[in-house]
């Protein structure tokens, strides 16, 4: 009944679009990332009195990160274009929509680093300051060990979040499976498409959700293991 | 298990491979004959503490006044000496303690640490620094994504140990604790006298001179705390380290303590040799420290019957103080036969003070025989402290 519904032709869309969905959900997870760690890191480190003190580097940091978290995704995708074209050479297509969609989850993991290294015992700090540890040493020693599992669960969310995000990358022709969803399934009035999209989408986040936990659990040394 | 803090002595040889070069640590020890009093860790050398009038003021943040945690304050502790800092929680005694490893940098005054003036240093040299100065806590603060040793390991990483280095040092140190068995297990799965015998494990890591200790038994049962101390007791005589420890039990002090200075509102009120103080305290903040122990408050079956006006009394009730010679005499007998009176015996605590002898008794006599002088004359000639509690009717 199924095949009837769903021709070929569709059903290689769909398997494009998941491509497409992975391919920039991936890339824009790794870059912000790789950006938002050191810039969590900071953020968690530079306040009074703390490691890097430098107040005033804190306080403007923290509000572009807020500014950036306040936009809505779909007018910072528009309102980047310029960027977007500067950095991916066009505005246009799936490579550009990592561009704000990477600018996006910067902020966003940002915070949640900012948070789960804020959870680490400042006790711990204290101590390793005691044994003659540079700051350097104790970030990368201490804190970003200590931090991992809230780390890990951090980054899971934000891929979570950027397939949600990737939704709306459509509007500048970003492809992938939310683009597919509003033209075949909405645009076309194709509700087996829509179901299908969805379907596909669950299974991703239940997926990304499965792995960021089990591995979360698996760094984490505070569990008792028998 | 665990407890078995008598068991194999470690040569100090053990302690002397480390970077810090070893033909230095030769010389100080030849270059200073006799100093530190004549302490048997002389050997060892190195060491000593010296604050002078350190002041560390806070200051004042948004609608609360500045505080004075430390108003001139000046410590001589000689190497190998095990100091005690017992005080209040806000008497200053944290900022005490981390000022001398830097932690805290005094507003006013030095902290000179094995010759070193601590406070003057640049940030890099601090670190140099710290690192001939180990530090235990009272919450442990080991590293729970690390195992045990992995956990002593840390401060060797840091200073840029080999592997091998470091694997031969750590499982040496885990054995002198008493944890070789436990090497592998993280700190979830150790129970807290264990975590802190990693915590001393790792803090002996760097050999250092100075191990500052930071309440690092009032998170403990006292069955666990006296494990710890005899073991802190044993890194002191046998590797000749200088412990400076803050408490707020009294207990600890009396255990391991050479001696003990009282903090209150970031100054150090009374001070002296353990045995000393404890005899013969001077502010009511020490006596207080020192009633909080088991055995020396007023019997409660006595305290509510006691009263000031010895006027138709039967009985008074005395505290004596005896130590050392005195404590071992047969002193109460003997009283009870040269004056021919009854002696009963209400309440006390016979102990020691490290290997002094030391009681603390609460007597009654009849009233006529105290209010003659007599029983006074004779305890002062036997070299008793007495002090009158009360009277009962």
Redesign the interface.
């Known amino acids: 009944m199924f095949s009837d519904l769903i021709s070929p032709a569709i059903l290689s869309l769909i398997v494009d679009s998941t491509l497409e969905t992975l391919y920039m959900v991936a890339i824009a997870a790794l870059i912000g990332t790789l950006a938002g760690l050191p810039l969590g890191i900071f953020l968690a480190t530079s306040g009074k009195g703390e490691l890097f003190e430098a107040v005033t580097v804190n306080r403007v940091l923290g509000l572009v990160v807020n500014a950036t978290r306040s936009t809505p995704f779909i007018i910072l995708v528009v309102a980047i274009i310029p960027f977007t074209r500067l950095v991916a050479g066009t505005s246009i297509g799936t490579t550009a929509a990592i561009v704000p969609l990477s600018l996006a989850a910067t902020p966003f993991i940002a915070r949640i680093v900012e948070a789960a290294v804020r959870e680490v015992d400042q006790g711990l700090v204290e101590a390793s300051l005691a044994m003659g540890a540079t700051p350097l040493q104790i970030v990368r020693k201490v804190l970003i060990p200590e931090a991992l599992p809230g780390l890990v669960l951090g980054v899971t969310l934000s891929v979570v979040s950027l397939l949600s995000n990737s939704a709306m990358v459509g509007a500048v022709g970003g492809g992938g499976l939310g683009d597919l969803g509003i033209r075949y399934g909405y645009q076309r009035f194709m509700p087996e498409v829509m179901l299908m999209v969805v379907v596909v989408l669950i299974v991703l986040v239940q997926t990304v959700q499965s792995f960021g936990e089990t591995l979360a659990k698996k760094v984490n040394r505070r569990l008792r293991r028998h | 298990m665990l407890q078995n803090v008598s068991a194999p002595s470690f040569p100090p040889a053990l302690f002397r491979d480390f970077a810090a070069a070893p033909s230095a640590a030769g010389e100080v020890a030849q270059a200073r004959p006799g100093v530190g009093n004549g302490r048997r860790s002389d050997a060892a050398g190195g060491g000593a503490i010296v604050l002078r009038e350190v002041c560390k003021t806070f200051p004042a943040r948004g609608s609360d006044a500045a505080v004075e945690a430390l108003a001139d304050i000046s410590l001589d502790i000689p190497s190998g000496e095990i100091y005690g800092v017992i005080g209040r929680s806000g008497a200053g005694k944290s900022t005490l303690i981390r000022t001398i490893?830097g932690?805290e940098r005094p507003t006013s005054g030095e902290v000179i640490v094995d010759g070193v003036t601590v406070n003057r240093l640049d940030e890099a040299a601090?670190?140099?620094?710290?690192?001939k100065?180990g530090?235990i806590?009272q919450?442990f603060?080991l590293?729970?994504?690390?195992s045990a040793f992995d956990n002593v390991a840390?401060?060797l990483?840091?200073?840029g140990l080999s592997r091998a280095a470091i694997r031969t040092r750590v499982d040496r140190l885990l054995d002198l604790v008493g944890l070789a068995d436990k090497r592998d297990r993280?700190?979830?799965?150790l129970s807290g006298g264990q975590k802190q015998r990693v915590g001393i494990a790792?803090a002996l890591a760097?050999d250092p001179k100075v191990l500052?200790s930071d309440e690092a038994t009032s998170a403990l049962d006292p069955e666990t705390t006296r494990s710890i101390l005899a073991l802190l007791a044993r890194v002191n005589a046998e590797l000749g380290v200088t412990i400076v420890l803050i408490t707020h039990e009294m207990a600890v002090i009396k255990e391991i303590c050479h001696r003990v200075g009282v903090i209150e509102a970031g100054r150090i009120i009374e001070e002296g040799p353990v045995a000393e103080v404890f005899a013969h305290p001077r502010t009511t903040t020490a006596r207080s420290f020192i009633g909080s122990l088991p055995g020396r408050e007023i019997p409660a079956s006595l305290a509510g019957r006691l009263t000031d006006d010895p006027a138709g009394a039967r009985q008074s009730v005395l505290r004596l103080t005896l130590t050392g010679e005195t404590a071992s005499q047969p002193l109460v007998t003997r009283l009870a036969r040269e004056l021919g009176i009854d002696i009963a015996l209400l309440g006390g605590q016979i102990d020691s003070i490290g290997t002094l002898p030391f009681a603390l008794l609460y007597v009654g006599v009849p009233t006529a025989a105290w209010a003659s002088g007599a029983v006074g004359a004779a305890l002062d000639a036997a070299g008793a402290t007495t002090e009158v509690i009360g009277h009962v009717l």
Request: proline fraction near 7%.
């Open positions: 490893n932690l601090l670190r140099a620094e710290r690192r100065i530090m806590f919450h603060n590293l729970s994504s690390r840390l401060p990483e840091l200073a993280y700190p979830v799965e790792r760097t500052l």
